[in-house]
């Protein structure tokens, strides 16, 4: 299987990006807790990364987890993301980027609900898009 890469500039992602975007998915940025759409949406359909178009989660995987940012219990293709250690606040998480513009979404958990195997991927809204179900 070839995986192809997303590859842009600085100033490219700068153009394209909104600036909350940018900060999220090219430095790693967090936005604050139950501030923006996807936390509240409630349509179905398809989210993709915000920077490349990546699917990455069915709106059947999200459910509330309290933490104020969406979540899911499930990607669409586990391809789909990269993970990587993440110790940047003092202890060990699991950062989860697009695998393939390695965009910053989110992290993973294994608090997630049972039976669906304990996963949690919290991941901020600006990372996202939907792509809404047809009819």
Not at 53 to 79: A, K
Not at 81 to 97: A, C, F, M, P, S
Request: net charge negative; glycine share 10%; aromatic share 10%.
């Amino acid at each position: 299987m070839t995986v192809y890469r997303v590859v842009r500039s600085d100033e490219e992602w700068r153009r394209m990006l909104t600036p909350l975007q940018y900060e999220v998915l090219r430095r790693k940025a967090t936005e604050p807790r139950f501030s923006k759409e996807h936390y509240h949406n409630i349509h179905d359909g398809t989210y993709v990364c915000a920077g490349c178009g990546n699917p990455l989660f069915s709106s059947s995987t999200r459910y509330d987890s309290g933490s104020g940012w969406p979540s899911f219990f499930r990607l669409i293709d586990p391809v789909a993301v990269k993970t990587l250690l993440d110790h940047e606040l003092g202890y060990e998480r699991i950062e989860v980027q697009c695998a393939l513009c390695g965009g910053h979404l989110g992290h993973v958990f294994d608090d997630g609900p049972l039976p669906t195997g304990g996963m949690r991927y919290c991941i901020n809204s600006a990372s996202l898009d939907l792509i809404p179900d047809d009819g």
